[in-house]
């Protein structure tokens, strides 16, 4: 199975622990790795945001933080 992505029914993952748990384990001296998505929310720092405009389909913003927004 080297090289093949596993259905989300071929391992359990704990959310509190962070504990995979694979349904079948991988045979001996396999390699295993993951990769993983994530979803942050954000705001933006200010209330506002300057534009440029380049062109009537174009423009150019001026560049503002973001701040985490804890839920």
Do not use: K
Request: charged letters at 15%.
């Amino acid at each position: 199975m080297a090289g093949t992505e596993l259905l989300a029914s071929a391992f359990n993952v704990d959310p509190t622990s962070g504990l995979v748990t694979c349904a079948q384990a991988p045979a001996a001296g396999a390699v295993v790795s993951a990769g993983f998505s994530f979803d942050t929310p954000v705001r933006f720092e200010a209330d506002h945001l300057e534009a440029t405009f380049d062109s009537l389909t174009t423009a150019r913003l001026s560049p503002t933080a973001l701040i985490e927004v804890r839920v």
